[in-house]
């Protein structure tokens, strides 16, 4: 089709629009955890910093708790991800598989859990948390992230177990496989991309949750990235160079996790996959 | 599976006629006394009110801009397999992260979008935004830049299922491209813009992280004090155990409504299962 040179200008200038829209809060979060205190503050802000300095990545490594956060983020997710999997597959597999009573219903609840606003839970899952003695615990956090991200794991788990033809799991118990070694040998690698992506999805909500970390943790020592940084607010004077750094340091994880995995996140995301 | 949501939704609902402090064992039987006290409360009023100001708010210019999104990388040109990475970093970046850069971008002495907002003179502009009267548009934004991905992705996925035979009939039959839009695409995109519609807008009633972290590091909070920010300040800063379940069922019952209401009057079209 021939096109206007004006229609052309336009369809590059809301392309550029959009780009500008996306990129330019990460690039100056970027930019303002390298610049230079007095340069950070000075009116008008710089776009290109004059001087450049690391003194915000110092003070967030050495001078902060911030590996220990790290270190809980990445222990909280990862207890997450595994315990949701398994389970997810187990159940995802049950759900397209076999049939019985109450089969429909159950796959109608778990979409209403995957709608379902986790601050609703929050009250009662405090106080059980209390009473099972699960505050101020890793396993306690992540058992209520399972809590929530398990049903829509089984949600987009059941998208991809029903797209795996029947046929092909009968031939191999035909050839004299069992269930298990059905399901291990034709079903997971042929699901694998579906797994890979609701992993990523349910990382990402553990990765990324506040409310549950700010109600369930008050130890320092304890306290996950997200409540963390917050914590850098009641400074006595809010350095924001710092955040930025922070900003950065917990970003790049996530990008190069998406930037790595992006062909199986854009499948999920098909199957409904993201939840926030 | 069942007993992790619904367990604490039945003890949630159970607990609303208690008045029970956040922290001790004790309860006492309310029947609906909680319930009475908060519809007399404004503040309760108020804080229902943002959070339908700020869903609804927020929800629209989403939609608008995740469609918009969609339909400009919905083209072939080159760069758009990077640009389509870059419209999903927002959505890829913590929320905590996501409200701190908007909080350093629109800091009322540093922030560079209001010393940019000045360069450019505009009558009426106002010079700080996180206070009483503008915070609440701060908080607009910066959800639809966080969220927008969401609908972008999803409305992305089904334009490129849309067969392009139907493009060709309508330009055929001399169709604009706006007339194009309007009776090609949009009733292909029907479907997923109901479902993204109604997730979008119950997730939005009920963010807590957003408005939180935006409004109670600075001081003009009250004015973002959306019903699950109040109701998180029940719980845990006043210790109303009772009352914040209280409101959460409250939350419940006009989301489980909203929803009733919602596929009554559109119901989904039988021929489709997208989304």
């Known amino acids: ?276 | 599976m069942l007993t992790f949501t619904l367990f604490p939704v039945g003890y949630n609902v159970w607990l609303g006629f208690y008045a029970k402090h956040s922290l001790r064992a004790t309860s006492t039987w309310l029947g609906l006394g909680n319930y009475t006290q908060m519809l007399a409360d404004p503040d309760f009023w108020r804080a229902t009110w943002l959070a339908t100001v700020y869903a609804v708010g927020s929800t629209t210019l989403q939609i608008f801009t995740g469609v918009a999104g969609a339909l400009i990388l919905h083209q072939r040109f080159a760069g758009v397999d990077f640009l389509r990475g870059v419209a999903l970093f927002p959505y890829m970046i913590p929320t905590v992260i996501a409200v701190f850069v908007w909080r350093w971008l629109m800091n009322d002495l540093y922030g560079v979008i209001p010393y940019v907002l000045g360069t450019l003179h505009i009558p009426g502009m106002p010079e700080a935004w996180l206070t009483h009267a503008t915070i609440m548009w701060v908080l607009i934004v910066l959800s639809v830049w966080t969220f927008f991905p969401f609908v972008l992705v999803n409305v992305l996925a089904r334009l490129q299922t849309i067969p392009p035979e139907l493009y060709d009939a309508a330009r055929v039959d001399g169709a604009s491209a706006v007339r194009q839009f309007f009776h090609v695409t949009l009733p292909q995109l029907r479907n997923v813009l109901l479902i993204v519609l109604l997730l979008r807008g119950i997730w939005m009633f009920t963010k807590f992280d957003v408005p939180w972290l935006l409004g109670f590091g600075g001081g003009a909070g009250e004015a973002i004090r959306t019903l699950p920010v109040f109701t998180y300040q029940r719980s845990f800063t006043y210790y109303q155990a009772g009352m914040g379940a209280a409101l959460s069922n409250i939350m419940l019952a006009l989301l489980l409504m909203a929803v009733t209401i919602y596929f009554v009057a559109f119901p989904p079209s039988e021929d489709e299962n997208d989304a």
Request: proline residues 5%; glycine residues 6%.
């Open chain 1, 1 to 276: 089709m021939r096109r206007r040179p004006v229609s052309r200008t336009a369809a590059w200038a809301l392309r550029l629009a959009l780009f500008a829209f996306c990129a330019f809060p990460l690039y100056w979060m970027v930019v303002s955890s390298l610049k230079v205190s007095h340069e950070l503050l000075a009116s008008p802000p710089t776009f290109w910093p004059h001087e450049w300095e690391l003194r915000a990545y110092r003070k967030l490594f050495y001078e902060t708790n911030f590996w220990v956060y790290f270190k809980n983020t990445v222990i909280v997710s990862a207890l997450t991800t595994v315990i949701v999997i398994v389970a997810g597959v187990i159940g995802a597999y049950s759900l397209t598989r076999y049939a019985f009573r109450g089969r429909t219903f159950v796959a109608r609840m778990t979409l209403l859990a995957y709608m379902f606003p986790p601050i609703i839970m929050l009250v009662p899952l405090f106080l059980l948390a209390r009473q099972l003695g699960l505050v101020n615990s890793i396993p306690g956090l992540a058992l209520t992230y399972i809590s929530f991200s398990l049903p829509y794991a089984l949600w987009i788990l059941r998208a991809f177990f029903q797209s795996i033809p029947l046929e092909l799991e009968h031939a191999a118990l035909i050839d004299g496989a069992n269930r298990a070694q059905a399901l291990a040998y034709i079903v997971m690698p042929l699901a694998l991309p579906g797994i890979i992506a609701t992993s990523i999805f349910t990382f990402i909500v553990a990765w990324n949750d506040f409310l549950f970390a700010l109600v369930l943790i008050g130890q320092d020592e304890l306290k996950t990235l997200a409540i963390g940084i917050n914590e850098f607010f009641h400074m006595a004077v809010v350095d924001w160079g710092l955040i930025m750094a922070a900003g950065v340091m917990v970003t790049i994880p996530a990008l190069v996790f998406f930037i790595a995995v992006q062909r199986y996140l854009i499948a999920g995301w098909g199957a409904g996959g993201l939840k926030g």
